[in-house]
């Protein structure tokens, strides 16, 4: 009795066939994923910019911060430290957006907020109540910088935003107590 049972056939054919099935079957799953999932939209949490810089005016600390944001703006972050850093960052519509204010050197916080290497481009004048020029600066990504000076402090407005969000930022910065 030597009968051994009967084995399966295998050929390329029979391969192929199989690995068809198999793609169908991964292809009708990915379609059924893609049609029956919701987008997932992830947005930072917006934070109270204009307590912060209450809290900070209360402590005798000078700081710039725009008034009011336009529309579509969040604020997402603020940086504030007891070296008399201050910093907030911004959403804008296009990009991000941020507002340093420091007892730097400029080219030590353009190294550390924009790119260790920067380019100069021609001065801006934003206007508001911070008037005057300020510089330019750009990096070989993109990012764009404004510096100027407040009391013999560095004040930066950088970011990915484009150049007409950050000039209006730029242009919004003021250090009036926030009106409550």
């Given at each position: 009795m030597s009968e051994q049972p009967g084995r399966y056939q295998r050929s390329a054919s029979g391969m192929i066939g199989a690995m068809l099935v198999l793609l169908l079957a991964i292809g009708a799953f990915a379609g059924f994923r893609a049609l029956n999932r919701e987008e997932l939209e992830v947005r930072p949490e917006p934070v109270d910019y204009l307590s912060a810089v209450e809290a900070a005016q209360s402590g005798d600390w000078q700081v710039v911060y725009p008034e009011a944001l336009p529309e579509g703006w969040t604020a997402t972050s603020i940086d504030a430290s007891a070296e008399?850093?201050?910093?907030?960052?911004?959403?804008?519509?296009?990009g991000f957006a941020g507002v340093q204010q420091a007892d730097e050197s400029l080219s030590s916080m353009l190294r550390t907020y924009v790119d260790e290497d920067t380019t100069a481009v021609d001065p801006v004048v934003p206007g508001g109540e911070l008037a005057g020029r300020w510089l330019a600066f750009e990096d070989a990504g993109g990012?764009?910088?404004?510096?100027?000076?407040?009391?013999?402090?560095?004040?930066l407005v950088y970011g990915?935003?484009?150049?007409?969000?950050?000039?209006?930022?730029?242009?919004?910065?003021?250090?009036?107590?926030?009106?409550?």
């Open positions: 008399q850093a201050w910093g907030i960052g911004f959403l804008t519509g296009d990012d764009l910088a404004y510096a100027s000076r407040l009391d013999g402090q560095t004040v990915s935003a484009p150049e007409s969000d950050l000039l209006e930022l730029a242009g919004s910065l003021t250090t009036a107590p926030v009106a409550g």
